[in-house]
């Protein structure tokens, strides 16, 4: 089973649960960070590095002495990556979204893709989990490559895998859900928390994905969420509490389930509630 | 030999636009000829992407050798010089003066990016 | 050359969750007839404070997204075969192929291939953007579409049309709510900028975090402040992550306390400096700090 851990609002504790899913679990599971901009799992789950690739992707590289100026590329590129102004191509690495078209169309057969640095995908063994997790490099403004690179490494053996998601609900949080069975939304009981859920929750159903609610710092806000979540038939599969000894281990890049062991049946039944609810027939439509 | 100037207005007297990828529109002068034509940049303003190099191609389309501005970015300057189009800087307030210091020869050459790209 | 004389401050996080918002909230007040722009565009929360009443409202159309005419698809797979982005899912038996217009990323290249010429390409609308009126000054906000792309292109249009508004009507200042991360829509917030402030926490996570988005603004060239908010839950790593935001070449703008009555504000819909909160005092200081708006403060 794939169970992708997102949220609409930063900082509600996606990591904080996926990291201590993990540890709770235990034994072959795969968590996988997804979040390339930031990734933080590592700073939790420590263990030595087995791993680490460079991630390329395809971009044009024209080949001068083929190249008639005709200008077919530039006119196709729907990204400004490649112009032509009556001289050979110019590329703009940055703005290519690598779809190919370039080299496609070129009538002459001068273009062929070469690579382009992105960021790197690394693997480690933490006592029985292991960690997948991709880091951008600074200035490269496309996740979503690098994204696919991470959970490219996911491997299908039937055990558990965790993704842990960006926050947002745009391009980057989408090539993370795609293809999961399930997703945690990871929110808080306070206006900004309710209003990123909702626009978390329109998300995960436009991709049909079945979900469940985690509520982070129960206690800080008021009821609105659990409001929200009754009205619309959303189940809440795990309540945290506003404990200010949670904040102060994750602070120090401490697992709960280690700090404050009292937590580990939280983690334990969430689990439990996520097969639960996903053999009772889920919410997806 | 035709100069296009970065302007936010339609005459002579309009004030220069310090940007290139991203001013109001072009006043593009025919210097054999002594008239212009004035051009909006508003379809490359409206798209918010690659702005630089949109309004590159669409001085090169328009026919202009030469381009007077404030500040070019990136890949707005290297579209330009790959078309062979040479960039002058200049400070003047309006177009009739960057013009004037254009015949004079008192314009600065831009032989590189001044100012970071906007990356849109 | 009528140079732009109106100032800049993005606020950025790295990581998020840290006080961004509510920090913009606050300076949104304390400033001097700002205009605010909320760039967090997936998730914007500045209006739940600001309380925007909405004047005008615009379409964001942006790239196209490719559609196939099911009555005249002939299930060759050429599509299928071409697309990088793994956008075209097969029909059933029989049945004409679709495109997923979530993974589409509008390149084109299946509307050219196609043999029969059965795949439209219309723009796509991605949401829209709003210029709206708040009890600080105006504000542009936008709203991206259900898992819609081109984040990075509203958050330059949204970016854009503050910074018009400012030079039309003689605004000093244009104050960014910066979205969370290092990726496009945050390099479309940064470049440019004259003045970025990073708000982090005293976490592991967020020293990590700081160390990469402070690589990006040194990237930038951008003069770069920090302030740690919520510092007195590790005053040990408030240090650390201070020495190593100066080791950076950034400025420390000043810390803001662990403070309950931030969410009560929130709740109330209020910016922090508009309550009787302890930490409104460190948030004054910090916009103190900052020291923007000095000559139109020695002027008046």
Redesign the interface.
């Known amino acids: 089973m794939i169970i992708a851990v997102a949220s ?5 504790g996606k ?1 904080t649960v996926s990291v201590n899913l993990a540890r709770t679990v235990g034994r072959g599971i795969q968590l996988l960070d997804c979040d390339v ?2 990734p ?1 799992a590592h ?1 939790f789950l420590r263990g030595s590095e087995s791993g680490s690739d460079i991630i390329s992707i395809p971009i044009p590289e024209v080949d001068e002495s083929l190249c008639d100026a005709c200008g077919e590329c530039g006119r ?1 590129c ?2 400004h990556a490649i112009v032509s102004f009556g001289t050979s191509p110019l590329v703009f690495p940055e703005m290519c ?5 370039c080299a ?2 070129c009538p002459r057969g001068a273009i062929h893709e070469t690579g382009r640095r992105i960021g790197v995908v690394e693997t480690r063994e933490s006592d029985g989990v292991t960690l997948v997790q991709g880091r ?1 490099d ?6 979503p490559p690098l994204i696919r690179a991470v959970k490219a490494r996911m491997k299908n053996n039937g055990t558990t895998v965790i993704l842990d998601a ?7 949080v ?1 090539a993370t859900l ?1 293809g999961s069975d399930f997703v945690l939304l990871v929110t808080e009981p ?3 928390g309710l ?2 859920l909702q ?1 978390a929750v ?2 995960v159903r ?2 049909a994905i079945p979900f469940g609610v985690v509520v982070n710092r129960m206690g ?3 009821d609105r969420v659990h409001q929200f979540c009754r009205v619309q038939e959303i189940p809440i599969l795990l309540e945290l509490p506003d404990d ?1 000894r949670i ?2 281990a ?4 401490e697992l709960v389930v280690d700090a404050l062991p009292e937590y580990s049946s939280h983690f334990a039944t969430l689990l439990w509630n996520i097969k639960e609810f996903r053999n009772a027939g889920g919410n997806a439509p | 030999m035709k100069v296009a100037f970065t302007t936010s207005g339609k005459t002579l007297d309009a ?2 636009d ?1 940007r290139f990828g ?1 001013a109001a529109g072009y006043i593009i002068y025919d210097m054999d000829n002594e008239t212009f034509e004035t051009v909006d940049n508003q379809q490359v ?1 409206n ?3 690659g702005a630089g190099i949109q309004a590159a191609e669409a001085i090169v389309r328009l026919g202009a050798n030469c381009v007077v501005t ?1 500040n070019c970015g990136p890949n707005a300057h290297r579209a330009l010089s790959s078309a062979g189009i040479q960039i002058y800087k ?4 309006t177009v009739a003066e960057a013009l004037e210091a254009f015949r004079a020869g008192a314009l600065t050459p831009l032989n590189s990016a001044n ?6 | ?4 004389k109106v100032q800049e401050l993005v606020i950025i ?6 006080g961004k ?1 509510s920090l913009t909230a606050s300076f949104a007040v304390l400033a001097d007839f700002p205009v605010l722009a909320d760039c967090d ?3 914007a ?1 500045l209006h ?1 404070i600001l309380a925007p009443t909405i004047r005008e409202r615009h379409d964001f159309r ?3 997204e490719a559609i196939i005419r099911p009555a005249e698809c002939i299930m060759c797979g050429k599509c299928f075969d ?1 697309c ?2 793994d956008a075209v899912m097969p029909g059933g038996e029989g049945e004409a192929y679709t495109i997923d217009p ?2 589409c ?5 299946c509307v ?2 196609c043999p029969a010429g059965a795949i439209d390409f219309p723009e796509a609308l991605c949401g829209e953007w709003m210029i709206s009126e708040t009890r600080c000054g105006p504000m542009v906000h936008a709203r ?1 579409g ?9 958050v ?2 949204v970016r ?1 049309e503050a910074r018009r508004l400012a030079e039309e009507n003689q605004h000093g200042l244009v104050i960014v709510d910066g ?10 917030s940064l ?2 900028t004259s003045q970025a402030l990073v708000v982090t ?6 020293e ?2 700081l160390e ?1 988005v402070l ?2 603004t040194r ?3 951008i003069p770069t402040a920090i302030c740690v908010n919520k510092w007195d ?2 005053p040990a ?1 408030t240090e650390r992550i201070e020495s190593l935001a100066l080791r950076s070449g950034a400025s420390i703008a000043g810390r803001i306390r662990y403070d ?1 009555a931030v ?1 009560s504000a ?2 109330l ?1 209020k910016a922090v400096v508009e309550t009787e909160a302890p930490s409104a005092a460190d948030i004054r200081l910090v916009w103190t700090s900052l020291g923007l708006q000095k000559e139109e403060k020695e002027k008046s």
């Open positions: 609409g609002k930063g900082g509600t990591t901009e930031e933080n700073l196709f729907r990204y979204h690598s779809c190919g078209g496609l169309v951008l600074i200035g490269v403004a496309m996740a960006p926050p947002g609900t745009s391009c980057p989408i795609r306070t206006p900004f209003h990123d626009l329109d998300m436009e991709l800080v806000g008021d200010r904040a102060e994750y602070s120090r890049g | 004030p220069m310090p991203r303003l798209s918010a992407h404030g200049t400070q003047a307030e100012v970071e790209g906007h990356w849109s | 050359m009528t140079g732009s996080s790295g990581k998020g969750g840290t918002t565009v997936d998730a929360d739940l942006s790239g196209n071409l990088r982005f979530v993974a990323e509008g390149c084109g290249v050219r291939f991206l259900v898992a819609a792309e081109n984040s990075g292109k509203l330059s249009t854009s979205p969370p991360g290092i990726g496009c829509p945050v390099i479309a470049t440019g926490e005293p976490t592991v996570s967020g990590h975090d990469r690589k990006l990237h930038f060239g839950l590790n790593m309950n969410t929130q709740m819909g």
